[in-house]
Every structure is written in structure tokens, then in C-alpha cells.
């Protein structure tokens, strides 16, 4: 599904390296979940691969099903079925949340030569995905995260990846902020959408979100490299002893 | 002050063009005053300081600068499903086969020119009279010359709740237009009337329009500039609003390589309501762009409010100009002003200036005013674009979401859906 080979990436304009050496491939149907210290390049990798500007590939590649998506638009990326769940979902004053996830929808079939989706249609589909999410109508209403709680635009950002059916996602930190059954909540949210054909990519700090969404391989990233890759005990032992051993026996 | 004789030569060379219309003794008096008042100022220069940011040379040549005629080829006309009075201007000349029967109740419409040739009208107590009192402080020279010089336009007096919208639509035909229109409106106590604007008017364009309106009268007006890309347009509006009156005052502008809207606004009545806004898109690709809101309101009453609502969206070399002052007369108490003008420039060649500016005499008042210009948020550019949005369409719901707050002083939501609608037309088109 997703292929990144040694990675490297700095700033655009400092001269500051940040990942170093990236490799990470995530099959179709599996959940990959990625773990490291703060400041590890965990968003970075995320935002390089979403297509976000100030950033320089220096070396490497990253394939989304045979594409080399590096070179791709933020908007070609989304459309060649890329997601991000941000950290920090963006605020966007006067942009209303269904005409912004309704543009997103229909362009992106557009974009793959699809028919768009009619007004009846989506408001029946969003109903039932928000509803899912309890999200309410108001909700949906107001401007894209304006005024939303941090627990609110997290079940917002898996709105729009439940809209958007991606066949990769990658979810930044999306347990943070989230009380218990929000969380549970989102976990439901995401495996409503595991299938064979789509995959997962998890950065989190906490075990706590991997017991709802159980994943299959679990990378540790420090210092812009993954150290470390193992099976869901390795998450766990991360919970109990934090990163001090495994940083060691890498080093 | 003696006037310089470079000013006194630009008035000559100007008016030496204009001929004087014939008409009753009163309205030969009122033309005479105004071509007196424009002597007396002369003509604008860059040098002057209200036209610091705006260069009104082409506005005020002898010889009018040509327009190429825009073709708007298969766009609906503005308004269309809004049922209507339709009055129709072409190059500046009434065309009476293509505009609506003039009765219409509540409402008594004539055009100027045949009111001024009346011996006895109610347009002599207005024509040129608000008008004249919007020269002080500030001169209005071309608003001078417009009153002097006006060849037609409608005079319009509202006498209750006119069941439709007026809508005065300008079209341009002649490459080399040079058209001076001016409109009366009077609105009686308790009457309501909504004005509307549309067209490209001809390759130049001065318009002027008095707006009287009585105890607890009501004047909507909405107006839509554009796409004509060569326009060269300076406007003004005065009014003077009385006791429990409303005024609310919007411009949709597109194109145009110069455009000045003024608009003069007197508060002399306690309790009243003047809401002025524009929301205006600038692409200098497309020949140049420069655009320029100039906005004089004052309270000269207790318990008014006053609003400024003006955005401008720039690319491409365009420039915007935002010049608003609000003056609060001795004795305004419990003014509530409010002034807000912002740019969004979508690139670095694009510039915005704002003079704004306050002028306070009462002691227990709110204004607040504020001007800013930004760039394009970034961060929601990216978000947006994540999600699939092309980036020209996520652009695009941004400056929408710009221009929301002008566009939301219009107060019909039928004529508010309308405007929106043209914009995102414009929006798209600009896309191909
Ligand atoms: N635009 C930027 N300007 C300056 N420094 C940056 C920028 N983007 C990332 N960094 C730096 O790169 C490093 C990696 O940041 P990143 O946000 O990827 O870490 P993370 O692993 O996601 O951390 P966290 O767990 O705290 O979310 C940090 O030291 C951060 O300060
Ligand atoms: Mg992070």
C-alpha cells in the first residue's frame, strides 16, 4: 500500500535535518502504529507525506500503490487516496463544515473520473457518519473547526476520513484530547473502515488507543529514524518502561 | 485660495467639453451653483489630499478614455429571478423600450431630465442640495460637475412600502461613452424603498445619486459593479437620514481599471441606522485594477449606529484603497460606530491602503475601527487542499469566506443568495 524507503527530509529554510533515514512499508489491510519520543519527526513524516509546504525531500521515496507521490499536490495525494487526521485540525472561519467536506467529496471523484455525488445523497450519507460519530447537526453547520473542542475536532477529522473512504490513513495523535468514550468512539470509527484493501498508519504516545484499534506491527521512531519495529507487545512494553531501553539498545 | 493654474487649466479643458442642459429657471440656478462650487475647487489632482491614493487624471480628462465593450456572453443578467422595475441606461441615455412602465404603487418615478424642465417639482429641494453639503470639509469637485452637467437619471419618491425592487441597469455599447448621470431618491416618512444597481455604464462614468430619507423611512440599496474589465467609474452618494430611519448600502465590485466610490452620509436624526459595505475582486492581469472606497459618515444625532464593512480580494498588481472617517458631532451621544477594512492579497505585487479615521466630539460614544491586510492563510490553504480540494477551489472558498462579512450586511436574503451566487459565477469563470 505504502512504501517509504530511507526518507530523508530537512526544513526548507533552515538548514535542519529532521528525518533521517525513513523506512516504513504498510500492507494493505494492516495497522501500523508508530510510537517515539516528542520531537521524533512522527508529524513531519506525516505532513511530507500529505505534501505540506517547507519541506525538502533530500532523499528517498515514498510510493502509495505504485505511485511515487513525493513529486504529487497535496490535492492529487488525497485523491490517489491518501488521508492525514491532523494533530491540530485547522480552523478555517466562514467555510461551513458540510460545504467544505461536499467539495472535498465531489472533487476528489472528479479527480478520479467519477461522477459526483448528489446533494440528496451526501446529506444522507454525512447524517449517518456523523450520527455514528455523535456528531451533531449544529456541528456540521458551523464553520470548519471553528469553535469546535479539541475531543470535537478529532471526531471531525474521522468524519471526513469516514466521507472520504481513503485507502491510507494516517492518524497523527488523533487520541489526544479525547475523553474516554470519544475515544472509544473514534476507535470504533476507524475499524468500521479496516478492510483488506485499505491501510493504517497510528502515531500515538499511548497504548490506550492501540487496545481499541489493535494494531499489527508497531514502529518506534527517534531522532527522524525508525529504531525499532516489533509486534503489539512492543507498544506495550513502551507503556510500561517508556522509551530508555529501547533508545539504548539502539544506540 | 488661488488654485494653481495647472488645476484652473485641467477645469477649463474639461468643461469646454460639457455642454450645459436646457431646463427650468430653478434647475439652470442649481447647475450654475455646481459648475460655481466646481470652479471654486477646480478639478482633483493626485496632489489633492483625498486623491493621494487614487489618480484621478483619466476621471477628470477633457478627452474620455476608450473601453473595449465586455461581452458577458451567456451570464444571466444580475437579479433575474427577482421580480422587478426595470430601468434601463445605455451609455448614459435612457432607453425607454427597454425599461418597465414608470407606475408602480407607492412609488412615483420620473426621469431628472424631464423633472428639471418642470417649473414646480419636489426635486428642486433636493437636486444638488446634499450634494452641497457634502462638499465640506472635503470638495467633491467631480460630484460638482456631475450636478452641473447630469444630462438624465431617475428621480424616484417612495411614499410607502414599493412592493418591488428598482433596479436601474446600465449598459454600455460605445467604446468611447462619457456618461453623467444623477438620481433623486425621497423617501417619506415611514416609506420603504430598495435600489438597485447593475451593468457596466459606458467607458466612463460619473454617476452621483441623493438620497433624502424621512422619519423612519427605509432605503436598501445593493449594487453590482463589474466584469467589465476598462471601466473607469467614479460615484458618489449622499444622504442625509432622519429619526428611526434605516440606510443600508452594498457593492459587489469586479474589474474595472478605476473605480471611486464615495459615499456621503448624514445622520440628523436620533435612533437611525447606516450600514455601508463592498466587497470587491481585483485581478490585475486582466488590464489594470484599482479600486477605491471613500466613506464620510456623520452623527449628528443621539442613539445612532453606523457601520463600514469593506473587503477587498487583490491579485496581480491590483491595489485597493480604503479611505473612511466617521465624525461624531457635539452632542451625538450614544453613538455606536463601527468601521472595519481589510485586504486579502493573494500575491506580493498587490497592494492595499487604508486611511481611516475618527473624528470624535460627544463624549459618551463606541467606535471602534480597524483595517488590516493579510495574505492567504496558509494552514487552511493546506487543509483544505489535503482533503482534495484543488488549490485555484480552495482559494477560492477562502476569499468567500473573506468577503462573507460584507456580503452579509445585505439584509434580503433573495438579493443576498443573488450576489453570492454571481461571485462564486465570477469566481469559477476566473478558474476557466
Ligand atoms: N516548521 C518547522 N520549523 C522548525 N522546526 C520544526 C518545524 N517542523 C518540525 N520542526 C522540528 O522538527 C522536530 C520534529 O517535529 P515533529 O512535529 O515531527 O515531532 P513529533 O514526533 O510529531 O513530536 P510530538 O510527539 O511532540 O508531536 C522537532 O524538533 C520540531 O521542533
Ligand atoms: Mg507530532
Redesign the pocket.
Known sequence: MLSIKNLHVK?E??D?Q?LKGVDLTVESGKVHAIM????????????VLSGRD??EVTEGEAVLEGQDILDMDPEERAAAGLFLAF?YPVEIPGVGNMTFLRTAVNAQRKARGEEEMSAADFLKLIREKAKALKIDADMLKRPVNVGFSGGEKKRNEILQMAMLEPKMCIL??TDSGLDVDAMKLVAEGVNALRDAGRGFLV?T?YQRLLDHIKPDVVHI?AD?RIVKTGGPELALEVEENGYGDILAEVA | MALAQAKIDLTEARLSRLEMPAGSSWAAEARQGAAARLRASGLPTRRDEYWKFTDPATLTAAEPPQAAIFEARDEAPLYDGIDRLKLVFVDGVFDAAASDDLTLEGVEIDLLADALAKDIHWAKDLYGVLETRGQDPVARPLAALNTAYATNGIVLRATGKVSKPINLIYLHNDVASDAILHHLVKIEEGAEVTVLESGPAAARFNKCMEIEVADGGTFHHVRAQGRDHERRAVTHMFSRISSGSTFKSFTLTANGVLTRNENIIEIVGDDAVAHVAGAALGDGARGAFHHDDTVFITHDAERCESRQVFKKVLRNRAEGVFQGKILVRQGAQKTDGYQISQALLLDEDSSFQAKPELEIYADDVICSHGSTTGAIDEDGLFYLRSRGVPEDKATDLLVLAFLAEAIEEIEDERLREDILLRLQQWLERRRG
Request: negative net charge; proline residues 4%; hydrophobic residues 20%.
Open positions: 526544513l529554510e533552515e535542519k529532521i517515539g519520543p516528542n520531537g521524533s519527526g512522527k508529524s513531519t513524516l506525516s505532513y517547507g519541506y494533530q497523527d495523535e502515531i504516545h521512531m527522524g
